[in-house]
């Protein structure tokens, strides 16, 4: 139940990827080997398009999600007078305090280096401060980079309106949809985005590759230079394997979908109702509305993140935690502590993150379990007393 | 799940089968009471003890953590249970890390917290019977060699604030000079802010 983390490779993908493993032209070649690669490599592209509702040319295939990011942020830093397709003088960042950490580390680099940065706060539910967003897009403000969906807590953004804030005072849009695409339906044309972000391996396809959709005319600066590849935008031979299955499961996402993503919620709502008539003091977390069909946060009063992890572990259940134990760091998770919840509900917070090929038996086993793996820890704990003692 | 299990099997024991949780704090009549942790990182130990003559009879606990947090707890209240209080008193965290046959690195600064809550339960117990004497400070390790800082100074130092590299540096001049100590220094600066800070 860690789908945030990643998902297993769909049948179907594993089989086109199979099917492709002596496909070894270099896509970049004239000859025969290469036009026969470069194919299957276009018809990922169209499929990728397609699903966007983009143009073949604004989808640019990377190394991933974090590649994606840093190429969308760290092209406003671009100084160079003889670099057509950069900015202009405008530098400032504006993004939230619940982005991924490939956003926010790099957002804190580039304010290193002297770009100015804003990191818009968010409810208690996990949504963007609108008000906040308008006052910071000022017309000095480069790019607005806000995530579509939130890996931890599953909150969805309302990214067309703050692509409608960000573009009445000229700064550029780009969104991390990492864990969007694949999940919800989304056209570029109709949020207006100029960049979108988002991995293979969160949709059933294979890790290691992305894609940065760039709408045409948007401002561009390389991010990794080298050969010609993908018009000069990203350098290097491409992930054909990769790059394959990339559109494989973006094809099976379009026609799968609707369905599963339903299934997924039905599954999650069963779960909800699980923990919350057998466990008590527990704290959902995220948006009751606008959230992933499949994301479910909870804290458990009391009860540490990382012992409930294991001990789910050891019953042959996987998911994750926001408590400080399992990051290394001393600092529960920062999207948590964000939505204003105290920092012992933070430690105590686990992520189900289910996918297309969770079941009812899976739900109802760990319904089973976790109670008593709860009752185990509070027990234990210095931090919970029941009700009424 | 045995073979890549994140922890030593011991730890995993302890962690499955925790030994001497106090199930009930008003039925157990402690001798000395001992509370340490900062629950804003994460974890909170109580230790509580009975002592006859001078050895300690009996170690209940609760924590409020991780797994190698209960685990090194558990592990603990095992060992000193017949324990001489004096020998007790001395225990430190390699030593019940050794006994888990090992912990990974980062988690012994942060969760072994047993060695310190036991010490508080037995300072505890010296107070309330009046012998505050046996109250002995901490032996000083010296952790910048080029400006004779200790480990003491740099936990004083975060007791008055220090919560970066930068303000230790500040406050007492550790790593200012070679910087070799950087690593050891930053690792005590976190342990005593994981143990002081609000």
Partial sequence: MDNNATTPLHPEVAKEMAASLELYGNPSSMHSFGRETRVKVEEARERVADFLDADTASVIFTGGGSESNNTALKLVTCTDSTCVRCPATRKKIVTSVIEHPSVLNTVQKLESRGVPAKYISVDAEGKVDLNQLEAEVTDECALVSIMMANNEVGTIQDIKKIAEIAHRHGALVHTDAVQAVGKLPLSVRDLDVDFLSFSAHKLYGPKGVGVLYAREGAPFCTFIHGGHQEEGRRAG??????????????????????????????????????????IPDIHINGHPIDNLAGTLNVSFRGAEGESILLYMDLEGIAVSTGSACASGSL??????????????????????????????????????????????????????????? | MES??????????????????????????????????????????????????????????????????????????????????????HIKPKDIADRLGGLPEHKIHCSVLGDKA?????????????????????????????????????????????????????????GTVCGQCKKESEELLHQYIHMYAD
């Fill in chain 1, 237 to 278: 031979t491409l992930n054909t394997l990769g790059i394959i299955g990339l559109g494989k499961a973006v094809e099976i996402a379009s026609r799968e979908m609707s369905e599963r993503e339903l299934r997924v919620r039905n599954l999650k709502n069963r779960l909800k109702e699980g923990i919350s008539s057998s």
């Fill in chain 1, 331 to 389: 600092d529960p998770s920062h999207v948590l502590l964000a939505t204003g919840i105290d920092a012992v509900l933070a430690h105590g917070s686990i992520r189900f993150s289910l996918g297309g090929f969770n079941t009812e038996a899976d739900v109802d086993y760990v319904v089973e379990k976790l109670p008593g793996i709860i009752e185990k820890i509070r027990k234990m704990s210095t931090m919970y007393s029941k009700s009424g003692e």
């Fill in chain 2, 4 to 89: 890549n299990w994140m922890y030593s099997e011991v730890v995993k024991d302890h962690f499955v089968n925790p030994r001497n949780v106090l199930e009930d704090e008003n039925a157990f009549e402690a001798d000395g009471e001992g509370v340490v942790g900062n629950i804003k990182c994460g974890d909170q130990m109580l230790i509580v003890i009975k002592v006859n003559d001078d050895v300690i009879s009996d170690c209940k606990w609760k924590t409020y953590g991780c797994a190698s947090a209960i685990a090194s707890t558990s592990i603990l209240s095992e060992a000193v249970i017949g324990m001489d209080l004096k020998e007790a008193y």
């Fill in chain 2, 118 to 174: 036991l010490r508080a339960a037995i300072e505890d117990y010296y107070k309330k019977t009046g012998r505050d004497e046996l109250i002995e400070e901490q032996e000083a390790t010296v952790i910048c060699q080029c400006m004779n800082v200790t480990d003491i100074d740099i936990e004083t130092a975060v007791k008055n604030g220090a919560r970066s590299y930068a303000d230790l540096q500040n406050m007492t001049k550790a």
